[in-house]
């Protein structure tokens, strides 16, 4: 996509902005379904990996289910999906010669708010009279505001009052990790373009998500899996994994799918069925070509089977341990599985 191209698009996008502050993206695609980004699915492309990078998180399931998509099926080259209330607006590539002002000149101006402000409160006409007394909702990069209408108020004077560019060069810096007193960036650096209005948001649930912040690491010869804080060992479980050397990929993963009570497709299982293999969680990984779906982290129907190499390849847990880590970690939570 061209530079041009990318600045009428975001333009686009920032003059229908309806702000919600979700607390997850299928909150956010429920509550303002006007924003949208059109996406062009590249080779190689997965729904996982654009949740992530648009998202910045791995619950793809609302992207699939937004387009009509089979969540489990891979995805055709060149199909356009649409991405609702992205928190990433777009990346952009600096040019020689690009300042971080001028790059939040680009994205963000004054007549772009003023629209959006409009769109905040269900105004199509500029012109439209403020009736003193009114409240408004105010988007803002720290976080949405609110302003009671005294006599005088237009709507380009609020944006005027509002809109300061320095704030949005500010929200841009912080999400590139720029020092804002420098501003330096260099030709070729690539820049995530955030959804300012999210900011707040992002800022604090970053903020409260950082103690927390766990990784797993599984190892296959001794059958236990630790759940780790930093580089501390948090919580340990004994597992069953591969009955056969080789049968249980080893590598780097993430956690990419969260099911309750899955079925067992291969039988027909139903979810809660004591017969059910998958027992009570399934967490999917992301081991390439699968799409969280072959190999997972869940429960089992056989707890004597733990501690043991008894599974066709995934990780087997007592079910009140799956249940404790699904509950604990997150889609795209690191996963280390190793010998």
Not at 51 to 66: D, H, M, P
Request: hydrophobic share 35%.
């Amino acid at each position: 996509m061209s530079r041009q191209s990318k600045w009428v698009l975001c333009m686009i996008m920032i003059m229908m902005v309806v702000v919600s502050y979700p607390g997850s993206l299928g909150a956010a695609a429920d509550k303002t379904p006007g924003m949208t980004v059109s996406y062009t699915i590249q080779p190689g492309d997965t729904l996982f990996g654009i949740s992530k990078k648009y998202y910045l998180t791995g619950r793809f399931e609302q992207v699939a289910k937004a387009n009509g998509l089979n969540p489990q099926a891979g995805l055709k080259a060149g199909t356009v999906i649409k991405l609702k209330n992205p928190l990433v607006l777009d990346y952009y590539e600096v040019r020689q010669g690009d300042t971080l002002f001028a790059i939040t000149k680009h994205y963000f101006n004054r007549g772009n708010y003023m629209d959006a402000l409009m769109t905040y409160n269900g105004i199509s006409d500029p012109d439209t009279p403020l009736k003193i007394g009114m409240t408004l909702r105010v988007p803002l990069p720290s976080g949405e505001g609110r302003h009671h209408v005294v006599k005088g108020d237009t709507l380009y004077s609020l944006s005027v009052r509002y809109f300061k560019p320095q704030d949005y060069q500010k929200a841009l810096a912080q999400t590139n990790g720029i020092n804002t007193a420098s501003g330096r960036i260099q030709a070729g650096q690539e820049l995530q373009i955030p959804n300012p209005y999210y900011m707040a948001r992002s800022e604090s649930t970053a903020s409260a998500a950082a103690p927390a912040k766990l990784s797993i690491d599984i190892d296959i010869t001794r059958n236990k899996l630790y759940v780790k804080a930093g580089g501390a060992i948090k919580k340990t479980f004994d597992i069953a994994s591969g009955r056969k050397a080789g049968l249980t990929p080893t590598g780097s993963f993430e956690i990419m799918t969260k099911i309750e009570n899955p079925w067992y497709s291969a039988k027909g299982i139903p979810g809660g069925d004591p017969k059910n293999p998958l027992g009570s969680r399934w967490l999917g990984l992301s081991v390439p070509n699968t799409q969280g779906t072959k190999y997972g982290i869940h429960g089992t129907n056989a707890p004597a089977s733990i501690g043991t190499n008894a599974s066709a390849g995934c990780i087997r847990m007592l079910n009140e341990d799956v249940e404790w880590l699904y509950d604990a970690v997150p889609n795209g939570t690191k996963v280390r599985i190793h010998t």
